[in-house]
T-cell receptor, first 113, second 113 residues
Framework: DSGVTQTPKHLITATGQRVTLRCSPR?????VYWYQQSLDQGLQFLIQ???????AKGNILERFSAQQFPDLHSELNLSSLELGDSALYFC????????????FGPGTRLLVL | QQQVKQSPQSLIVQKGGISIINCAYE??????FPWYQQFPGKGPALLIA?????SEKKEGRFTISFNKSAKQFSLHIMDSQPGDSATYFC????????????FGKGTKLSVKP
């Protein structure tokens, strides 16, 4: 167990809908990262937050947004969902903004029908 | 420049054999190279990591070999066991304030009893 928790574990929704994925980092970790894992693209970095502030952006679509709250948990919001958004979404946390040692949560499996 | 290329895509090894997974990178700013192990339905778990100032790091049956001049690194799993059957990802990260991991595409390892 990495200490990173993610909810929900599974999510099934329809195209055009909006969902929110939640992540709680390991105790004491200030950095949160979101990754998308799909069969064809592998693990792709989406966005990083450090102590409540956006730190880095990767291949994140404009339909997606995230935030980190004062208690350090983070939420990833996915809107106007398309079939191609079906994937595993992982949250990771690290103690520092440099993020060399990242601990991954169990993921949320999103299926868009 | 940002890619990490991993091979092979899949690997079948007999129990007790040596599993070897290779990765190559282009970005010389990368200064930390972790390997992650992922079982089906689980998040990636940090296995072992190396910095470019050492040529080899060993932890139990797992060894990373690093060739800085060739910009290549590899994971060796000695005495492979059926419990090692998983997908392995190499990754790289550049030091500094932005800590997003760049992942290889993954290698699915099957260890036959």
């Amino acid at each position: 167990d990495s200490g990173v928790t993610q909810t929900p574990k599974h999510l099934i929704t329809a195209t055009g809908q909006r969902v929110t994925l939640r992540c709680s980092p390991r105790s004491g970790d200030l950095s949160v990262y979101w990754y998308q894992q799909s069969l064809d693209q592998g693990l792709q970095f989406l966005i990083q937050y450090y102590n409540g502030e956006e730190r880095a952006k990767g291949n994140i679509l404009e339909r997606f947004s995230a935030q980190q709250f004062p208690d350090l948990h983070s939420e990833l919001n996915l809107s106007s969902l398309e079939l191609g958004d079906s994937a595993l979404y992982f949250c990771a946390s690290s103690a520092t903004p440099g993020g060399e040692t990242q601990y991954f949560g169990p993921g949320t499996r999103l299926l868009v029908l | 420049q940002q890619q990490v290329k991993q091979s092979p895509q899949s690997l079948i090894v007999q129990k007790g054999g040596i599993s070897i997974i290779n990765c190559a990178y282009e970005n010389t700013a990368f200064d930390y190279f972790p390997w992650y192990q992922q079982f089906p339905g689980k998040g990636p778990a940090l296995l072992i990591a190396i910095r470019p100032d050492v040529s080899e790091k060993k932890e139990g049956r797992f060894t990373i070999s690093f060739n800085k001049s060739a910009k290549q690194f590899s994971l060796h799993i000695m005495d492979s066991q059926p419990g090692d059957s998983a997908t392995y990802f190499c990754a790289a990260i550049a030091g500094g304030s932005q800590g997003n991991l760049i992942f290889g595409k993954g290698t699915k390892l099957s260890v036959k009893p």
